[in-house]
């Protein structure tokens, strides 16, 4: 079998971002659990929650890219405040099972309500950029897609940086840490929880509008991803936020190149045969049960 | 004496079971009775492993789909009957339980849920997607009757037998389970692991075992139902079928084996009452289970059970 | 005679901190032998990596002979070393007479399937146990208690329950965490007198407590720790004796 090395710079391209968009998931994931040790099964729904709100906000603001994606980023924002002040704020700490039963109830509504209010069809979502791209010979990205995986990089310094150097993120680490002695210190863990499931929820919702031009936007969509950046993180170490970004990167990669030469089917049987081998050998996940690190 | 007492009940619930057939003649009532024999085995299955062992597993609806197709294509693609089909259906699962438990089962219990999910959405992408196996979302229709010795189990009341026998010996082995020291074992390891460790119980041990025996007898459950339908596409893996498992036993109470065995019976026929839109019904279902586990996180039974308990500590004070 | 139980430079550490530092200690068989030391200084440590619920950072772990570092907890309870715990555990949701009958499941014969068919075998070996938990129960005075769920006992009827648990499959050796604490002191002199029963009749104990006169009343040897590491290994009269004891704990506690 002769490979065209074009094809495969392009198929590698398109993996990039799409591993960086799944980072982007399975990094809000990551924190949710590290943080409040909750497993928000209501994630995928949030992404969803994103790509909806960014087909919808698109027409009104004259199919303009920032304000929709930003409008989206807010939506999501506050679905994720409501959630936990509705529901997670009211769990112990030890109430793992309630919790996922909890978002699993969620996730179900949310779904279904959509589906509902909106029909199941997929949608094809059209901005300002349209499909336009940049070439270079013969490999082509388009714009959308090349903004997206700008979008993430971004987003993941700038999460760094919250991380590391503001009293906000450094609160969040500490609790994620060592809960105990955070508390000691006078951390207040109801308001630290609160800014973790919004954050999570914010990067989630960013991840899903810069889908939305990309792939098809239906109700599902959550459903489809959601299920990768649970096997992301639990091969990069549930609560490890560098873990799960180097695994969601490869996986994009990982699944771009299949998906080019092999049927769908093992694309997705991929990730989860490779989950059950890295629980096999190393239960803790490739890159240890490490608490939130930024680095 | 309670003991007598529930088997009294128990066998006094089998005979009207038995009889109503001839108590009506509606196909539509007695297609309930099917479903609520199968999802009553599904419900109590789960009940074993997680209401006594305190895994929250979603493996269990995998276990139903993949017992479902095992039938069917035991019968429409490889030739064999139907029995054949549920001792494939019994045979595989049990091995994939094995398979994905041994490795999941070692790890804490948060990583737990997260492959048993998995594997579940793993499961339903596999039925859409291998198309020569599975035909895909149009799958197998025109499943034909079970027949034993020459005899079908043909039109609905003749089928409800089969199911109700199924679901007698499924539930009677569940009971013995949760009733014998391995029951106890199970709870005490849901309770407190490491004390259980300490007395040199195995937790890893007993947990696949209630997995396993979970596995098999949703498996054949699921079997047994697409049958019923006559027909298995992938819906059969949907989610829906999941939550209504875990209504059952969050509503009847989680480790407590008669509650999810009246819930599982009395809520099977609750899709039924509220026939309007499928989207409508799950986001209902989905309400109920939030509000569950807010509200009343024992279910009945353990809301009663803690009656009990508070009572016997005032009679001690 | 070979000691029962015997540790050999013996360390763990917590992220820095050694909880346990190189310590090797003997316990004699048929003898009881006390643990103290101040708050931290690694009693309960060496006791989780003793019965397996710690990985050793170094060291060996010598059961009757068999080593058995790196063994799984189960299975080195399994071997006849049975351990309680300092923060009492006991099966809440289960009857008292349930907490003991486990207790002793995996000593008695039969397996999976005779617990399931109800065999014969399985039979005999239940009575046997509820023969056993009653005559404990009735020791430490919970004998009325029997049917009820152990969640709604007091914290040191817990522990004293915590205690027949670990007398029930007759262990080669009993390591107690603190047996009496939080207990009742006019039950104490009743756990003392258990103890010298069961020590009277071939068993061996290894007991941390902070209840000193519980210890030097009890044991025949004592050890006794300070910020992981033994600092002295001696008859109760010596210990009593000794100036660095003093400082290091009885000075401060007592
Ligand atoms: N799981 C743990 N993680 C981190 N540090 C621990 C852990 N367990 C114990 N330590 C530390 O190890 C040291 C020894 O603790 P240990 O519990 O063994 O002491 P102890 O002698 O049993 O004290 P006490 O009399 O209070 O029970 C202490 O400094 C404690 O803070
Ligand atoms: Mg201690």
């Known amino acids: 079998m002769t490979i065209d090395p074009l094809y495969l710079v392009q198929l590698t391209l398109n993996g990039l971002v799409l591993g960086l968009l799944y980072a982007l998931i399975a990094v809000g ?63 112990g700490q030890h109430d793992f099972e309630r919790s996922i039963l909890i978002t699993i109830g969620l996730s179900i509504m949310l779904l279904h309500g959509t589906q509902y209010l909106v029909s199941a069809t997929p949608r094809l979502v059209d901005t300002e950029l349209g499909f336009d791209g940049v070439a270079i010979g013969d490999i082509r990205i388009t714009w959308t897609r090349l903004i997206g995986g700008g979008l993430a990089l971004a987003a993941f310094a700038s999460l760094y940086g919250l991380l590391t150097r503001t009293p906000f993120g450094r609160a969040m680490r500490a609790i994620a840490q060592n809960r105990e002695a955070a508390l000691m210190v006078g ?29 098809l936007v239906q109700p599902i969509m959550g459903q489809f991803l959601i299920f990768k950046a649970f096997a992301l993180v639990i091969i990069g170490g549930l609560g490890n936020l560098p873990g799960a970004i180097a695994a969601a990167v490869a996986l994009g990669l990982f699944e771009s190149w299949i998906g080019g030469f092999f049927e769908i089917i093992w694309q997705e049987a991929a990730v989860f045969l490779l989950m059950i081998l890295v629980l096999l050998v190393r239960p803790n996940g490739l890159f240890g049960r490490a608490i939130v690190r930024a680095g | 004496m309670r003991r007598f007492a529930g088997v009294g009940a128990a066998a006094c619930a089998v005979g009207a079971a038995a009889l109503l057939p001839t108590v009506t003649q509606s196909n539509y009532l007695i297609g309930i009775a099917v479903s609520a024999c199968l999802f009553t085995v599904a419900a109590a ?107 079908a189990f043909r039109g609905t009341a003749t089928f409800y037998y089969l199911a109700l026998t199924y679901a007698m010996l499924a539930l009677g082995l569940l009971y013995a389970i949760a009733s014998s020291q391995i029951g106890v074992t199970l709870r005490a390891i849901k309770q407190n692991e490491i004390l259980a460790q300490s007395q040199g119980i195995s937790g890893l041990g007993y947990k696949l075992l209630a997995f396993t025996v979970g596995a098999v007898l949703t498996a054949v459950a699921g079997g047994i139902f697409v049958f019923h339908l006559t027909i298995v596409d992938p819906l059969i893996l949907d989610f829906y079928y999941m939550q209504t498992f875990l209504i059952m036993v969050i509503i009847g109470g989680a480790g407590s084996f008669w509650g999810v065995v009246v819930a599982g019976v009395l809520m099977s026929a609750l899709p039924e009452l509220l026939r309007f839109s499928a989207d409508l019904r799950m986001v209902l279902y989905g309400a109920i289970l939030v509000a569950a586990v807010l509200v009343m996180p024992d279910g009945v039974a353990g809301w009663l059970r803690r009656r009990r308990v508070e009572r016997l500590r005032a009679a001690l004070q | 005679m070979t000691a029962l139980l015997a540790l050999e430079h013996v360390t763990k550490s917590y992220s820095g901190v050694r909880a346990v530092d190189d310590v090797s200690l003997a316990v004699a068989r048929h003898g009881i032998t006390g643990l103290i030391g101040p708050n931290g200084s690694g009693k309960s440590t060496t006791i989780d990596c003793l ?40 099966y809440d949701a289960l009857s008292v007479l349930d907490n003991l009958k486990l207790a002793a499941q995996q000593a008695a014969p039969g397996g999976w399937l005779d617990a399931l068919l109800r065999t014969r075998r399985h039979g005999a070996a239940d009575r046997a146990a509820a023969a056993r938990a009653r005559e404990l129960l009735a020791l430490i005075g919970l004998a009325r208690h029997e ?26 050796l009993v390591v107690l965490d603190e047996p009496v604490a939080g207990v009742n002191p006019t039950r104490i002199r009743e756990v003392e007198t258990v103890i010298r029963q069961l020590h009277a009749a071939g068993e061996t104990f290894l007991i941390v407590e902070h209840n000193v006169d519980f210890i030097m009343n009890l044991c025949d040897r004592v050890i006794v720790f300070d910020q992981g590491r033994t600092l002295m290994d001696g008859t109760p009269a010596e210990v009593r004796k000794d100036p660095r004891v003093l400082e290091a704990y009885l000075g401060a506690g007592a």
């Open chain 1, 29 to 91: 994931l990551s924190l949710i659990f590290g943080v409040l040790e909750i497993i928000n099964f209501a994630h995928g729904e949030f992404l969803m929650l994103g790509a909806y709100a960014m087909t919808f906000m698109l027409p009104v603001v004259g199919l303009l890219y920032a304000p929709a994606l930003l409008a989206a980023v807010l939506i999501t924002a506050l679905g994720g405040f409501l959630l936990f002040e509705l529901f997670l704020s009211r769990l």
């Open chain 3, 147 to 172: 049917a009820v769920p152990a969640a709604i006992l007091s914290y040191g009827q817990k522990k004293l329950l915590a205690l027949a648990a670990a007398l029930m499959p007759r262990p080669k």
């Open chain 1, 187 to 215: 951390i207040k863990p109801r308001t630290v929880a609160r800014n973790a499931v919004v954050l999570s929820t914010a990067l989630c919702g960013l991840a899903g509008a810069a889908l939305a031009p990309i792939q």
């Open chain 2, 45 to 151: 299955s789960l009940n074993l492993v997680y209401g006594y062992t305190g895994l929250l597993s979603f493996a269990q609806l995998a276990f139903w789909g993949i017992g479902g197709y095992c039938a069917a294509l035991t019968v429409a693609t490889f030739g064999g009957n139907f029995w054949q089909g549920l001792l494939l259906a019994a045979g595989l699962n049990g091995a994939l339980a094995l398979a994905v438990g041994y490795p999941a089962l070692r790890l804490n219990r948060h990583a737990f849920v997260i492959v048993s999910l998995s594997f579940a959405l793993l499961a339903n992408l596999i039925a859409r997607d291998w198309t020569e196996l599975t035909r895909g979302p149009l799958g197998i229709p025109g499943l034909p009757a079970p027949t034993l010795f020459g005899f």
């Open chain 3, 51 to 90: 019965s397996g619920f710690q990985a050793l950072d170094r060291g060996r772990v010598v059961l009757d002979g068999v080593e058995i570092t790196g063994w799984a907890p189960h299975r080195i309870a399994r071997a006849g070393l049975i351990r309680t715990f300092q923060t009492v555990r006991v």
